[in-house]
């Protein structure tokens, strides 16, 4: 059964949710992280992932694995832009962790049944990494409805993700089958509500699974939203990337109605 803990934390801290999931992290090679820092927007107003959080992970593997935290170039921004001007350059620095664009990175031919990603090439940090590691924030999407753990794995496509909106739920389905995250830690310390998703919201809370699609399905339930309308969630837990049944997912710590604060759409 999968597994998805809640855990209130208002200053950050991902031990708790950790454990709830019985993780340990392991010796390893190489360790990616995947945050959310798509746009120059400091973690305060929820719409990047809380530099706090990031840090942690960066702990939590010292002497256990290479770090590569890694990003593609956001819409409007250059990756390097947008990690000086948020701290996450110095922060990385600080931690020795290397910083991958990975729009600059070596592409490698991936032959899949695709849906929508006809002859892709995936970075080749990603494929090299031995545990990837997805840094979401809890967010409401003008086109996704939410941006969750599932959403921000979109980040791994090199160069605009534009062409793909008009199927944006299928893009997600084959990014996941190119390479599912290892682990998953959700930033609802303050997300951001609202169709345009830049309001902040307040929510003191961490969401941890091994499981990308449970732990959307829970969070949607958290922030009151119905999991089966949104479209790339029953997706991807139709194609076996995750599960999607909320009857089939243990939720450990926190319940959800202790929790659930209606996000706006």
Known sequence: MAKVSIVRSKKPDIRPALDFINFTPKECEIVAIKPNISSPDPYNTGITTDLRILEQVLKMYEGLAERV?????????????????????????????????????????????????????????????????????????????????????????????????????????????????????????????????????????????????ALDTIACKVMGVNPINVEHIYMAGYYGIGEYVERKIQVVGETVENVRDKFEY
């Open 69 to 213: 935290v890694i990003e593609s170039n956001p819409y409007s921004h250059k990756m390097e832009e947008v990690f000086e001007k948020t701290g996450a350059q110095e922060l990385c620095e600080y931690y020795g962790a290397k910083i991958v664009n990975l729009s600059e990175d070596r592409l490698i031919p991936v032959e899949l049944d695709y849906l929508v990603l006809k002859n892709f090439k995936a970075p080749s940090t990603i494929l090299k990494a031995d545990f990837l590691i997805n840094l979401p924030v809890m967010k409401t999407h003008p086109i996704t409805k939410v941006s969750l753990a599932l959403k921000n794995m979109m980040g791994i496509i090199p160069g605009s993700k534009a062409i793909y909106h008009p199927r944006i739920s299928e893009a997600i389905v084959d990014v996941m089958r190119v390479r599912k995250p290892d682990l998953n830690i959700l930033d609802g310390i303050v997300g951001v509500e609202g169709r345009a998703g830049r309001k902040p919201k307040e929510m003191d809370l961490i969401m941890a699974s091994t499981d990308a699609v």
